[in-house]
């Protein structure tokens, strides 16, 4: 082993072949190799997670990984690449996120004695909106969830309709429809965004 710049042991390079399947299997009897899976999926995860919460999204992808090594167990092994797992977990757990700073929204909003809709702040939360610029957060804001998780699976993290299915747990016609849909009506909104 050989220690690097964070003070975390690294092992030695592992063969480029060996699948993220493969890695989960051995963390299971050598939990320590599990570091290779954070080391393979840990920028895209964090991007993805910080993309969409700001600087919480470092501790929601932190958490993903943390579940995730908990969870290794059940991982299915025939399912080569861990990303739609990780991306299921981080996904799952902004949706979390942004529902638990909602009901705080609401909560802050009735002590205050604001109406609902006297609030600007919207389900997004103000730093995604800022990241996506008003419009597109907005229009967002207005799909379903699991629309709204579908569509951003497929645009930010780059997983293909199968890899969505696996992340979001729901059969590939269901993702096929959910991105039909969001894109329909986020370009829809952004259409009437641009006549007015």
């Known amino acids: 082993m050989v220690a690097v710049a964070t003070g975390r042991p690294v092992t030695a390079a592992l063969p480029a072949t060996e699948t993220d399947a493969a890695v989960i299997a051995r963390s299971r009897r050598d939990p320590r190799a599990f570091a290779e899976i954070f080391d393979r999926h840990w920028p895209a995860i964090r991007a993805f997670s910080t993309s969409r919460a700001g600087a919480a999204g470092e501790d929601i992808a932190a958490e ?37 700073a909602e009901r705080e929204r609401r909560a802050t909003g009735r002590l205050l004695g604001r109406r609902e809709d006297d609030v600007a702040e919207d389900v997004l939360g103000r730093v995604e909106a800022e990241q996506l610029g008003p419009q597109l957060a907005v229009a967002l804001a207005a799909l379903p969830a699991g629309d709204r998780d579908a569509l951003l699976l497929l645009a930010w993290a780059r997983l293909d309709y199968e890899q969505i299915s696996l992340a979001l747990d729901i059969p590939v016609g269901t993702v096929r429809s959910r991105i039909h849909r969001a894109r329909t009506r986020v370009r829809a909104h952004l259409s009437e965004g641009d006549a007015r």
Do not use: K, Q
Not at 77 to 84: E, I, K
């Open 64 to 100: 993903a990984f943390r579940i995730a090594f908990d969870e290794r167990r059940r991982f299915d092994a025939a399912v080569a690449d861990a990303r739609p797992w990780l991306y299921g977990i981080a996904t799952n757990l902004l949706r979390r996120h942004f529902r638990s």
